[in-house]
């Protein structure tokens, strides 16, 4: 039903920025809530952040937080992530995830159980 396309990764040095872009081919994507995990060789997929349906609710990990921020524009079915101060920790592939409320889930959702929709990935290596 839902295909989830992600872009912008590469490669930067630490310290550096990057923005992340999804786009989403859903009809309804206003009403989806929104997330970012990524995936280290060797490493769960972790989460990072997650967005409710308007945007007025963020939700981050402790391990981005006041680096990274995640935003939506749903008049493009796009949702984003801004990565600053990057860390070569945080070199991983990321995945962007749907949710579309259909249950009692969170507006931000933190578990990858409550995503019924992923992207392919993209990668984002940050040299020391």
């Known amino acids: 039903q839902v295909q989830l396309v992600e872009s912008g990764g590469g490669l930067v040095q630490a310290g550096g920025s990057l923005r992340l872009s999804c786009a989403a081919s859903?009809?309804?994507?206003?009403?989806?809530?929104m997330g970012w995990f990524r995936q280290a060789p060797g490493k769960e997929r972790e989460f990072v952040a997650a967005i409710n349906w308007s945007g007025g609710s963020t939700y981050y990990a402790d391990s981005v937080k006041g680096r990274f921020t995640i935003s939506r524009d749903n008049s493009k079915n796009t949702v984003y992530l801004q990565m600053n101060s990057l860390k070569p920790e945080d070199t991983a592939v990321y995945y962007c995830?749907?949710?579309?409320?259909?249950?009692?889930?969170?507006?931000?959702?933190?578990?990858?159980?409550?995503?019924?929709?992923w992207g392919q990935g993209t990668q984002v290596t940050v040299s020391s």
């Open positions: 859903a009809r309804t994507f206003s009403s989806y809530a």
């Open positions: 995830a749907a949710d579309p409320q259909k249950y009692r889930t969170s507006q931000t959702p933190r578990t990858r159980r409550e995503y019924d929709y």
